[in-house]
């Protein structure tokens, strides 16, 4: 705020009226700083404590329903899974198998490291192993091997520690706005608008769970325990605090009191948490009859289908999704991908030229226009969009763009182009494994049999979810002669992949080899 600390006033102008035009075209920072000055001067002024509590709030709010991602604590700690081996479809930790209609398997789309298909757009948590299964090792590692940390809890507020700094600066150096641990709650709680007002500075400016929700408390018992907004903050509060089952108590509480989206969204979050993704989708089913042309609720049953891996109900609910809101980004791109992994480059062609309309212009999009061009044989078009991407990628992207132009180039037959592709891919992303994998295939043409292993056992050591680095291992074993090896690398191939048809008769001819011994 320093350089905002002293907003000049026009003469005659009232400073509260210029503040609400302010914080109304949302200039937070100079709402703020309009509020302090009348603040110096009258520091009893309810009406600029609350301008400047609600613009401190606006300032600092992020929606906590869409970024929702476990950190390394809440992975590893996790003791709310109600089963340790549940069926297929039922857990987000073992979604369904490739052989019920309607799901995906490795073989038709990749699977990142969740163990899952790659979707279309990556939100908060799409690259995490959920329901509790996670390992030290899964839990501290990134999305990608060793290219972030992991997330911690709450890694996106600012840390308890550093909260009161942070109020400091916020005050211009004067100390915090607002004393919390000072404030007489039972006081506030009997005026509800200061207490909203109130309550949302202290869970997304201070970020304090515990005094929210007392405030909460007091505030549901001074209304009667009849108001849906405080029991619907009661939840929030809840939640953060890691107490499920208490939040889940208060959602439901207020959607009986009032149904709202919001409400909805956070019940299905919770039994989300609490790995039952299909309670979830109940909840998500009963709020779209309710709210049918909600397009957050769609996509929320649309996300969870896709964690379920039931590829066939979340594209309909895309769709619909789509019916709704023709605009809507996160739609047009998962549309996109399942219309390309399912051998349709021409209408995954058409999505991606939607979302170039729409002003998204990055890396990733024409990256997947380059290869859907590929695909549909507009050779022409691919070069120039991979020239695209390559100008707008950055160096976390750059390895990926690098492996799908070898990818292209093995397409083509240019081998020589292929195989600098992906060295120039593993030179810019050391931990690049796809480009590995391939690299592996590309080495045992030229005869470099060791090369291969090695590119075979550096995929296999980084990836462990993938199956091709196995059985491209074990089919080189075997035809090398070391039936054991080879044994050893199909059954983890398929542990990764159960249903992959090559795996299963290379493990049949093994089993005959070691029948004649």
């Known amino acids: 705020l320093g350089d ?10 009232d400073p509260l009226f210029l503040a609400i035009t302010r914080f109304n075209r949302r200039e937070y920072t100079a709402a703020t700083a309009l509020c302090s000055q009348l603040l110096e001067a009258q520091p009893y002024d309810q009406a600029a404590w609350y301008l400047k509590t609600r613009s401190l709030t606006m300032d600092a709010w992020v929606d906590d329903v869409e970024v929702d991602e476990e950190g390394a604590a809440d992975m590893l700690l996790d003791d709310n899974a109600t089963a340790s081996m549940p069926r297929p479809g039922t857990s987000l930790a073992r979604p369904m198998t490739g052989a019920a209609p309607g799901s995906l ?5 990749p699977m990142s490291s969740s163990g899952r298909p790659t979707t279309g757009f990556a939100r908060p948590g799409t690259g995490q192993s959920r329901g509790g299964t996670a390992s030290v090792n899964a839990a501290l590692a990134g999305a990608r091997p060793g290219t972030s940390r992991p997330m911690t809890s709450f890694g996106r507020l600012v840390r308890l520690g550093t909260a009161s700094l942070a109020a400091n600066t916020a005050a211009g150096g004067g100390g915090p706005f607002i004393l919390v641990d000072k404030l007489d709650l039972k006081r506030y709680a009997a005026r509800p608008a200061l207490a909203r007002a109130l309550f949302e500075y202290i869970l997304y400016v201070d970020h304090n769970p515990k005094k929210a929700l007392e405030l909460a408390a007091l505030a549901t018992q001074a ?3 009849e108001d849906w907004w405080w029991k619907e903050r009661l939840g929030k509060c809840y939640f953060q605090l890691g107490l499920y089952r208490d939040a889940e108590k208060q959602f439901r509480s207020a959607l009986k009191s009032q149904e709202t989206v919001l409400a909805s969204l956070e019940l299905a979050r919770v039994f989300l948490r609490l790995d039952q993704p299909n309670a979830a989708l109940e909840v998500y089913a009963k709020a779209a009859d309710i709210f049918p042309v909600d397009v957050t609720i769609i996509v929320g049953q649309a996300r969870t289908c896709d964690a379920l891996n039931d590829a066939t109900k979340a594209v309909q609910h895309y769709k619909r999704a789509l019916s709704i809101d023709a605009t809507h980004v996160e739609s047009l791109a998962c549309l996109a991908a399942h219309h ?3 051998d349709q480059p021409e209408l995954a062609l058409r999505f991606y030229r939607r979302l170039l309309q729409l002003g998204v212009r990055n890396c990733e999009v024409w990256n997947n226009l380059a290869l859907c061009c590929f695909y549909a044989s507009q050779y022409d078009l691919c070069l120039a969009a991979f020239e695209h991407a390559l100008q707008l990628a950055s160096d ?6 690098w492996y799908n132009i070898g990818q292209v180039a093995i397409g083509i037959g240019d081998l020589g182009l292929a195989y600098q592709a992906l060295k120039v891919a593993i030179s810019i992303d050391s931990n690049h494994v796809e480009s590995y994998a391939n690299l592996g295939v ?4 030229k005869g470099n049999v060791e090369s291969a292993r090695a590119n075979f056992n550096t995929v296999q050591s980084m990836a462990p979810y993938m199956f091709e680095p196995f059985f491209n291992g074990a089919l080189l074993a075997f035809k090398l002669g070391d039936f054991q090896e080879a044994h050893d690398l199909a059954t983890k191939a398929l542990e990764a992949y159960p249903e992959h048809h090559d795996t299963h008769e290379l493990l049949r001819q093994l089993r005959q080899q070691f029948s004649h011994l």
């Open 105 to 109: 398997n490795a073989g038709m789309r």
């Open 340 to 342: 390309f992994y399912t």
């Open 4 to 13: 905002a600390a002293n907003v000049n006033v026009p003469e005659g102008v």
């Open 442 to 445: 590309l080495e045992l043409r």
């Open 223 to 225: 209304a009667g325990f």
């Open 396 to 401: 976390a992207d750059m390895g990926d763009v």
